[in-house]
């Protein structure tokens, strides 16, 4: 297995800075970036129809890295998961999918299949006060046009979400559950099987969508365990894979359901003048309209084979909890420090969000990289509605946001936590 210091030779950018800021994007190391230029270089091609044996590999390794990103990051078949440009796109994905029952031709008729939902009066779907834009903006979109009811649950005790608080909100009217694996503001890590499972036990109907974008790449996930109905994530955060990439994973049984949000070449399996047919071979298939983004879904597949196998996701899991425990024990007793999220290291990630009395947040970022080349985050974070909740967004601006990755240095800690020290005494 890698170790920090090899994983950071095939990183030239992090000897030039003390990245902090992994939550936003992580960098792509270079066997990541050879497997893309490999496409580009030996087997550049598009992928469905070439009858020359190039094609044919670009059809080969294009499913290569769908099987890699599905088996090694979420434990899927490849047939139930649906390669998207992140997170954000396979929210909307699913959304546009309960909105828009299946469009195609079924038995020489052309027409809407059984939705997935039958939205009546009175339904409700239910998110949380934690989520980033991306897992509430799409469900309050949706909550309009079928007219459900949005409604929003905080978090419970050291800001984890609690499987109690969802068996006590939802009821049989609730259609659609969405919350976070990992928050990107808090890190805190959420006990996401028992929460689908407390909510398939009031109403095994409901449908369960689970934000992931701080989850494959850090930890093991495995979404048959965890038992939701969608599971999505972006490639450029945990994986290390590059940006513009990401995965959905959907339940066996839905995907084949499913309207794709986009029609077009590649996912079709007829077309005549005023109807058309949707392929049926490949369920995840149907949501490949038009050229795809070939090379970062080949980046992808092998960002999956480097934090799986290469590093190995316990290890990674492992180091960064201990890298967050070490800064927040550095600086928690610092004068007019504030650290938000679970106060126990097991139940956080590699994330710690701080303030400093006196200080806007975008203030200490500013300082940290000027004086000391430390790169962190600063602001709401996508998380308006979770500022608001912790009062620190008129006070602060939001909140800093020190996120660290396997790759980051003892060393690296040492001097973040010196650079606090001088901050805080100015």
């Known amino acids: 297995?890698?170790?920090?210091?090899?994983?950071?030779?095939?990183?030239?950018?992090?000897?030039?800075?003390?990245?902090?800021?992994?939550?936003?994007?992580?960098?792509?190391?270079?066997?990541?970036?050879?497997?893309?230029?490999?496409?580009?270089?030996?087997?550049?091609?598009?992928?469905?129809?070439?009858?020359?044996?190039?094609?044919?590999?670009?059809?080969?390794?294009?499913?290569?890295?769908?099987?890699?990103?599905?088996?090694?990051?979420?434990?899927?078949?490849?047939?139930?998961?649906?390669?998207?440009?992140?997170?954000?796109?396979?929210?909307?994905?699913?959304?546009?999918?309960?909105?828009?029952?299946?469009?195609?031709?079924?038995?020489?008729?052309?027409?809407?299949?059984?939705?997935?939902?039958?939205?009546?009066?009175?339904?409700?779907?239910?998110?949380?006060?934690?989520?980033?834009?991306?897992?509430?903006?799409?469900?309050?979109?949706?909550?309009?046009?079928?007219?459900?009811?949005?409604?929003?649950?905080?978090?419970?005790?050291?800001?984890?979400?609690?499987?109690?608080?969802?068996?006590?909100?939802?009821?049989?009217?609730?259609?659609?559950?969405?919350?976070?694996?990992?928050?990107?503001?808090?890190?805190?890590?959420?006990?996401?099987?028992?929460?689908?499972?407390?909510?398939?036990?009031?109403?095994?109907?409901?449908?369960?969508?689970?934000?992931?974008s701080q989850g494959p790449g850090h930890m093991p996930v495995d979404v048959k365990e965890i038992g939701c109905d969608f599971y999505g994530f972006s490639g450029h955060k945990g994986p290390l894979g590059p940006q513009g990439t990401g995965g959905l994973y959907v339940r066996e049984g839905l995907i084949e359901k499913m309207e794709p949000m986009e029609v077009g070449g590649g996912m079709m399996a007829d077309v005549t003048e005023n109807t058309y047919k949707i392929?049926?071979?490949?369920?995840?298939?149907?949501?490949?309209?038009?050229?795809p983004n070939i090379v970062g879904m080949i980046g992808l597949g092998r960002a999956a084979e480097y934090v799986a196998k290469d590093i190995g996701l316990e290890n990674i899991d492992g180091r960064e909890r201990f890298l967050a425990g070490k800064i927040i024990e550095g600086i928690k007793d610092l004068p007019g420090i504030e650290i938000y999220g679970p106060a126990k290291l097991e139940n956080r990630g590699g994330v710690v969000a701080f303030n400093v009395e006196g200080w806007r947040c975008h203030d200490i970022s500013a300082a940290l990289d000027q004086e000391w080349k430390i790169l962190t985050r600063s602001g709401h974070h996508c998380c308006l509605p979770l500022s608001r909740y912790l009062g620190i967004l008129e006070k602060y601006g939001g909140s800093a946001r020190a996120s660290v990755g396997y790759y980051n240095l003892e060393d690296e800690v040492k001097l973040f936590v010196e650079a606090m020290e001088t901050l805080t005494e100015a």
């Open 1 to 212: 297995m890698l170790s920090p210091e090899e994983v950071r030779e095939d990183i030239p950018f992090l000897k030039k800075y003390v990245y902090f800021d992994n939550g936003a994007t992580t960098p792509v190391p270079r066997p990541v970036q050879e497997a893309m230029l490999g496409y580009f270089n030996d087997y550049l091609a598009n992928i469905e129809r070439g009858a020359y044996s190039v094609a044919h590999h670009a059809d080969e390794m294009y499913e290569k890295a769908r099987e890699n990103a599905a088996r090694l990051l979420l434990n899927a078949s490849p047939e139930e998961f649906i390669f998207t440009r992140n997170l954000t796109q396979g929210a909307n994905i699913v959304a546009y999918a309960l909105e828009h029952p299946l469009l195609t031709t079924t038995n020489e008729k052309f027409g809407p299949q059984e939705p997935l939902i039958k939205w009546e009066e009175g339904d409700r779907i239910i998110g949380t006060v934690l989520e980033h834009h991306s897992n509430t903006m799409p469900w309050i979109r949706l909550s309009v046009r079928v007219g459900a009811r949005f409604e929003i649950v905080p978090p419970g005790e050291d800001m984890l979400l609690s499987p109690d608080i969802f068996a006590e909100k939802v009821d049989r009217k609730t259609k659609l559950v969405v919350f976070q694996h990992v928050s990107n503001a808090l890190g805190s890590i959420h006990p996401v099987k028992e929460i689908t499972r407390a909510i398939k036990d009031v109403n095994p109907e409901c449908l369960v969508f689970v934000d992931g």
């Open 279 to 291: 392929r049926a071979d490949r369920p995840a298939k149907k949501f490949d309209a038009g050229t």
